[in-house]
Every structure is written in structure tokens, then in C-alpha cells.
């Protein structure tokens, strides 16, 4: 496959923006208003980054974000051990095709000598990105200690990152974190110093706290900190929804980059209005049911390709779900685009449907993935009274982790 834009994009005259009321009179971004992120040797131009999601961001929709506008496109959540242990679906999740670049990968790990080696490996195999995760919520993770709650321990988390740095090489190494366990215990900036000394070449933010998974706003104003905190870039994540948003988070926190995570789900084309916006236009219109089948369509064939046919439309379930949910109709179609068996099967079913209606406008800032239930976060026995031990979790379920981390 090719970087080039898919054949059923098409660019559109002028017409009224379509906008969140939100965003009808954010400006597109002046010449030289912003700059390029600078990670190590690369330079990432707009300054966009795709949210490594479990269960989403393989590389058959990595390909087809890239195929609507550049950025950095980074991989779902790799576990550093199952990876060296040769599990076959991790190895399968990390892996890439030539097209690929750069290549980023996420990784979770909380041993050093296992994420040491982890990033030493990528770097052999031509990974151009490798992003540590510090901020995984699941409970199966943080009640071993691991994910956001490794930044609760500033020491262990000084180990883990100055190992990847030194495993990688020449390769940049960023790290993600979030704000904290809850809004009695926040560890951003403390993680963002840790990160910098250890030789990060930047951290992300994504601005809740754990306890609050995906519900209520995210605090830009904790970005807008971490940038006055640290020297190294500071990615912003949260409430990225539409392309304005990435504007005006990056004027209202100075940020050096966002991370888009769940506004791209139901809308890959989003990438292709950041290019737009970034570069001082106004993006096309929103395509109409008919373009996004073509869309939905592109997508199961990728999948299909790289997980096999059987596998790949399974997949595919949940984004015809995702794609078609607010269209007139769709609402009658969800039982059997959820059992779907085959690509003829769920063209047939789009074919039901309308294709001159056009997108929802309700549907702009809709999360599709995530509920807004928050959590009480479970931790080990006796962790916080020990927030100086800087020595790694227990042993990591391999096969059950992968399968938490990879969505299933």
C-alpha cells in the first residue's frame, strides 16, 4: 500500500464549516504558527500523533489513517515480555509491512533488563519511534503494580525508561503518562522530570487521572503544567475530537504536538482535516454514507490481509458498528453487522442504507469506544507506603496480560 490518498477521497468546493458550535470560529493555523515535532532524528509534520488503543491500532488501520495525512502512527500496547517470549500474537500486533514509516511502537513492560532488551530488539528490526506506557488504567495491570501505577514510584519508573533509552540506541523513546491515580495522588509532573533526566525525547500527556478512565473533560490546564515543567516536547492527548480542537489545544496549553485517540475511531479521515487546518485551510466537507462504505470497505480488506479473512471481518464487527452508528437505518442493521461472516455480507447490508446522507453532526464528538463510568483504582497491598522501592512488579502473566492489553 501507498501514502498516497485514497482514490475516494476527493476534494470538495467551500461550504459552511462543519463544525462543532465549539469550534465555528477557531481560525486555521497561520504560517509558521506552529511548529514541526522534533523527536530525535525525526521530524513529524503536522505535529499529530495517533493514540496507540488496544484492539484498534494494528497496522491495518495505522495504514489507513496514514493514508489520509502524516503524522506519527503508533502501534497498540506491546508487552515487552510477551514480545522476547515469542508470543504469537504480540509478535503479530508488532509487526509492521515496508510502507511503514516511521515505524512506532508502544510498549509495556516493568522489569528494565526485559524493556532494556525490548527496545534494543525494535532498534535491530528498524523501528524508527519506541513509546514507553505508563499509563494504562486496567485493573488486571495496576493491582500487580503496573501501568499508571509504575509513576507512583518515581525510582522504578527512572529505571524503566533510562533501560529503553539505552536499549534503543540512537532511537527516540517518549513515554505516556496520565495524570495520576486520582485527583489525590497526581504523578505527572513528577513523571515528565523523571522522564527528561532519563533521557526522554518527549511525554505524553493524556490529561484524567486513572480513577477517571475516559469520563468527564480532560484537564488541559494539566498540559499547559507539564510544559511549563519540563524542557523536552509535551504531547497533549484528550478531547481531540475534531481537527479545530488540536488547534486550539496547542495555543491554549503550548504544547508541541497532540495525540488523537478516540475522535479518529468512526472518522480516519480526521487525519487528512489536521493536515488541512495545520497547513492554513479549511478541510473538505465531511464525506457522505456512500464515501465512508468505500471507506468501511478499504478497511476489512486491510484487516483481511493481515489477520486472514475470517479473523480480519471479525474484526471488523466493531467498526461497522463505529461507521455507521446516528445514520437513519443503521439502528435495524447493528444485530446482523455484528455477526457479520464475510465482505460481501456487510456490503450488502450498507446497500440498505442511504448513500447521499450525510454525516451526523451529532455524531462529531460522540466517543464510540469508551463508556464514562469511572473506577476505584486497585493497587497491590501495602504500595504507597513504599513509594521510594524502585525494584519491578511480580513476574507478568504473559498470555493473560496480552490478552488485557490487546482488548481481548
Request: hydrophobic fraction near 45%; charge should be positive.
Amino acid at each position: 500500500m501507498t501514502s498516497s490518498r485514497p482514490l475516494y477521497w476527493r476534494p470538495m468546493p467551500a461550504v459552511p464549516r462543519f463544525a462543532s458550535a465549539l469550534n465555528q470560529s477557531v481560525p486555521a493555523a497561520r504560517p509558521g504558527e506552529f511548529r514541526p515535532l522534533v523527536l530525535g532524528p525525526l521530524s513529524v509534520w503536522p505535529p499529530v500523533v495517533l493514540a496507540p488503543m488496544a484492539g484498534v491500532t494494528n497496522y491495518p488501520f495505522r495504514s489507513l489513517c496514514r493514508a489520509f495525512g502524516a503524522g506519527l502512527y503508533v502501534s497498540e500496547m506491546i508487552t515487552a515480555r510477551g514480545f522476547l517470549e515469542g508470543n504469537a500474537r504480540t509478535q503479530l500486533l508488532a509487526s509492521s509491512r515496508p510502507d511503514e514509516r516511521p515505524r512506532s511502537v508502544q510498549i509495556y513492560g516493568s522489569d528494565p533488563a526485559v524493556v532494556r532488551e525490548m527496545a534494543r530488539r525494535l532498534a535491530g528490526e528498524g523501528v524508527h519511534h519506541v513509546d514507553i506506557n505508563f499509563g494504562c488504567p486496567a485493573p488486571k495491570i495496576t493491582r500487580h503494580g503496573g501501568g499508571s501505577a509504575i509513576p507512583v514510584k518515581p525510582r522504578l519508573m527512572a529505571r524503566l525508561v533510562g533501560a529503553a533509552v539505552r536499549g534503543a540506541g540512537g532511537v527516540p523513546v517518549t513515554v505516556k503518562v496520565r495524570k495520576g491515580i486520582h485527583d489525590g495522588l497526581l504523578t505527572y509532573l513528577d513523571a515528565g522530570r523523571v522522564a527528561e533526566a532519563e533521557g526522554a525525547a518527549a511525554i505524553g500527556l493524556h490529561a484524567r487521572t486513572a480513577a477517571q478512565l475516559y469520563a468527564g473533560d480532560a484537564d488541559w490546564s494539566a498540559i499547559a503544567a507539564l510544559k511549563a515543567a519540563v524542557r523536552i516536547p509535551v504531547l497533549g492527548n484528550g478531547d481531540v475530537w475534531e481537527c479545530w480542537d488540536a488547534l486550539r489545544m496547542l495555543r491554549a496549553t503550548g504544547c508541541d504536538g497532540v495525540i488523537v485517540g478516540r475522535g479518529c475511531l468512526r472518522r480516519p479521515w480526521l487525519f487528512a482535516e489536521l493536515a488541512a487546518v495545520f497547513g492554513g485551510r479549511e478541510p473538505a466537507p465531511e464525506p457522505r454514507l456512500g464515501a465512508i462504505a468505500a471507506i468501511m470497505r478499504d478497511h476489512a480488506e486491510r484487516l483481511m490481509a493481515f489477520f486472514g479473512a475470517a479473523r480480519g471481518i471479525r474484526q471488523m464487527r466493531k467498526w461497522c458498528l463505529w461507521y455507521t452508528s446516528g445514520f437513519r437505518g443503521a439502528a435495524q442493521l447493528r444485530a446482523d453487522l455484528i455477526r457479520i461472516e464475510s465482505l460481501d455480507e456487510m456490503l450488502r447490508l450498507l446497500a440498505r442504507l442511504d448513500p447521499d446522507e450525510p454525516f451526523p453532526p451529532g455524531a462529531l464528538r460522540q466517543s464510540r469506544s469508551k463508556g464514562a463510568h469511572t473506577q476505584e483504582v486497585r493497587l497491590p497491598d501495602g504500595y504507597l507506603a513504599a513509594r521510594d522501592d524502585d525494584s519491578p512488579p511480580p513476574l507478568e502473566d504473559v498470555a493473560g496480560w496480552d490478552a488485557a492489553l490487546a482488548g481481548g
